[in-house]
């Protein structure tokens, strides 16, 4: 019930294109979804998060939409770049421990 | 302000040794939560620390342990080293009760190799 699936496990889009990564999650007490970008040799990095009471968020050409009912998050990265080429990890937390529960990664390739 | 600065950044270790890993938060973090990257199981928690307690933790056996000193730096250690040990591990702070909250920073980790 802690899980979180994540897919595809990789992504190749065109420079311009839209990338969209999905998370999935069991748990209702989960009730905040960030979503964090790890370059090689680094930590992740937060990149954008959301709260169950909002569908949707944006933040530059990044934006989670967020569908409670299905127990779905997405993360949707428009106009991609060559330098958004990274691993992102969608994450969930909530439930007794409050500690962040991972999605598996999803490594993305911007082609130029 | 500086960020989270783990040491060290590589590491290779024997089986059946232990090892040290150390984390320092940033300035004003109270808590430190570390968590083992490899790419089977991805980004798993281990424990979380603030003001020298463990708060959580994780579901690793008991040769994973850590603590938090005054300072908050934390170490962590894990003895009797298996090739199964051989990860990422990565220190995140926070704000005391931001625990994946915005003020959730993660260090750039150490990498462990067991041989």
């Known amino acids: 019930q802690q899980q979180v699936k994540q897919s595809p496990q990789s992504l190749i889009v065109q420079k311009g294109g839209i990338s969209i990564i999905n998370c999935a999650y069991e748990?209702?007490?989960?009730?905040?979804f960030p979503w964090y970008q790890q370059f090689p040799g680094k930590g992740p990095a937060l990149l954008i998060a959301?709260?169950?009471?909002?569908s949707e968020k944006k933040e530059g050409r990044f934006t989670i939409s967020f569908n409670k009912s299905a127990k779905q998050f997405s993360l949707h990265i428009m106009d991609s770049q060559p330098g958004d080429s990274a691993t992102y990890f969608c994450?969930?937390?909530?439930?007794?421990?409050?500690?962040?529960?991972f999605g598996s990664g999803t490594q993305l390739t911007v082609l130029p | 302000k500086a960020g989270v600065t783990q040491t060290p950044r590589y590491l290779i270790k024997t089986r059946g040794q232990q090892v040290t890993l150390s984390c320092s938060p940033i300035?004003?973090?109270?808590?430190v939560s570390w968590y083992q990257q490899t790419p089977g199981q991805g980004l798993q928690f281990l424990f979380e620390?603030?003001?020298?307690?463990?708060?959580n933790k994780g579901n690793f056996p008991g040769r994973f342990s850590g603590r938090q000193f005054s300072n908050s730096r934390s170490e962590m250690n894990v003895s009797t080293l298996e090739l199964g040990d051989s990860a990422l591990y990565l220190c995140?702070?926070?704000?005391?009760?931001?625990?994946?909250?915005?003020?959730?920073?993660f260090g750039s980790g150490t990498r462990l190799t067991v041989v």
């Open positions: 748990n209702t007490a989960f009730d905040y």
């Open positions: 300035s004003g973090h109270r808590s």
């Open positions: 994450a969930a937390r909530g439930g007794s421990a409050r500690q962040l529960t």
């Open positions: 959301i709260r169950p009471d909002v």
């Open positions: 995140a702070s926070s704000l005391a009760g931001s625990v994946g909250g915005h003020g959730y920073t």
């Open positions: 620390y603030f003001s020298e307690t463990q708060r």
